[in-house]
Nanobody, 127 residues
């Protein structure tokens, strides 16, 4: 199975930027549609962005459209989330995850069925 390790979180002021990285160790990473998800304190985990196995198709939650960009480098087994114009409501623990054999858009609906999640990386945006 693919093992995922998130990094790049930190404390930033509103309007600032961060780039998160998700490093994978599995042999079949390049066949996975991947996504970023986040969980704010006291809230349920929510979808943020998704990308197809080839990187050719992306999807974003309405709350982050125009501000966040998801990308991947299959040669490095890594998926990224560039976050710009950060807002206090972006504060959350950010996780990456994915699945093989599905189109990127399906992650929006099936991620709640994922049983295994990594440690995530904490993003805190101050006002």
């Amino acid at each position: 199975q693919v093992q995922l390790v998130e990094s790049g979180g930190g404390l930033v002021q509103a309007g600032g930027s961060l780039r998160l990285s998700c490093a994978a160790s599995g042999r079949t990473f390049s066949t996975y549609a991947m996504g970023w998800f986040r969980q704010a304190p006291g809230k349920e985990r929510e979808f943020v962005a998704a990308i197809s196995w080839s990187g050719g198709t992306t999807y974003y939650a309405d709350s982050v459209k125009g501000r966040f960009t998801i990308s991947r480098d299959n040669a490095k087994n890594t998926v990224y989330l560039q976050m710009n114009s950060l807002k206090p409501e972006d504060t959350a623990v950010y996780y990456c995850n994915g699945a093989p054999g599905v189109v990127a858009g399906q992650l929006v609906r099936i991620y709640k069925n994922f049983e295994v999640w990594g440690q995530g990386t904490l993003v805190t945006v101050s006002s």
